[in-house]
């Protein structure tokens, strides 16, 4: 972990890192493509976001990887051209007929149904807080939550918790996800693309666009084959990310400076 660099201040010396190579770009969706929004429903991709990306495509490997469910963030970003990897990447699909859903992962789904009931009834008279449920995942979401019932929220979450030690706690921004207690996440899913697709590294270097928490196992990742993250934000927190991008304007800015 060190200090970040500014991505657009720092594109030409990110060219470098490149030279002989050509990128393999994986982005996460939400507070990457899209700005983090009240509902998940709301983070519309911007058609100058898309054609980007359509551009982007027509030159490097281009993929996303979120949190979402993967046929969601195929209908949001309406690009047949790129991979997808939707629930941290425990499904995948892509072009030529691509598709992978992680073995294993359909025995831990047995537990979700209870897991929905419960957390419906906890955080019932929590006003703002609300739960999602996901193809391989329960999400309960909290930013419309009071910040003096926040701690309630977080109480209720972790004492469902405790009766579901088969599955996986994780948090990001304002949200707290079960998730099947396999040992995958958006780090695992980006090597598996690379290994499945047979990209080589020794002539394609990955670059990870992502946000929050779930992220830093895709910047781990590519960090290991000699790739970049960019995080969108400056995070309080420390991070495997190299570089950073202000917002979403940035990450298209600094996009069409590689597309040139």
């Known amino acids: ?5 500014n991505s657009l201040s720092s594109a030409f ?26 509902r998940p429903a709301e983070a519309i ?5 898309r054609n980007t990306l359509k551009e982007l495509v027509k030159i490097f490997f281009t993929a996303v990887i979120s949190g979402r469910d993967l046929q969601n963030i195929r209908d949001l970003v309406q690009l047949d051209e790129l ?9 995948m699909a892509g072009p030529n007929s691509f598709h992978f859903t992680h073995q294993g992962v359909e025995a831990k789904l047995l537990h979700f149904d209870g897991l929905r009931h419960e957390f419906e009834k906890s955080i019932q008279n929590i006003q703002g807080a609300w739960v999602e449920t996901k193809r391989f995942g329960i999400s309960v979401h909290f930013r419309e939550v009071a910040q003096a019932d926040v701690r309630h929220v977080k109480d209720a ?23 099947p207690d396999i040992e995958w996440d958006k780090g695992r899913a980006i090597s598996h693309l690379v290994n499945t697709l047979n990209l080589d590294m020794k002539k394609v270097m990955p670059i990870f666009f992502g946000d929050d928490m779930t992220d830093e196992a895709g910047f781990c990742e590519v960090a290991k084959v ?11 927190r420390k ?14 800015e600094f996009l069409e400076q590689i597309i040139k």
């Open 1 to 5: 972990m060190q200090r970040l660099v």
């Open 13 to 38: 010396d990110i060219s470098h890192l490149f030279v002989g190579r050509k990128l393999a770009i994986f982005f996460d969706y939400d507070g990457v493509l899209t700005p983090i929004v009240r």
């Open 45 to 49: 991709l911007s058609s100058k976001m």
């Open 83 to 91: 991979y997808y990897a939707g629930n941290h990447g425990f499904e």
């Open 157 to 179: 979450v972790k004492k469902v918790a405790r009766g579901y030690l088969c599955l996986r706690l994780m948090s990001g921004k304002k949200i707290w996800e079960f998730l």
């Open 226 to 236: 000699g790739g970049i993250g960019v995080i969108v934000g400056r995070p309080e």
């Open 239 to 252: 991070t495997f990310a190299r570089y950073y991008l202000e917002d979403q304007g940035q990450v298209r």
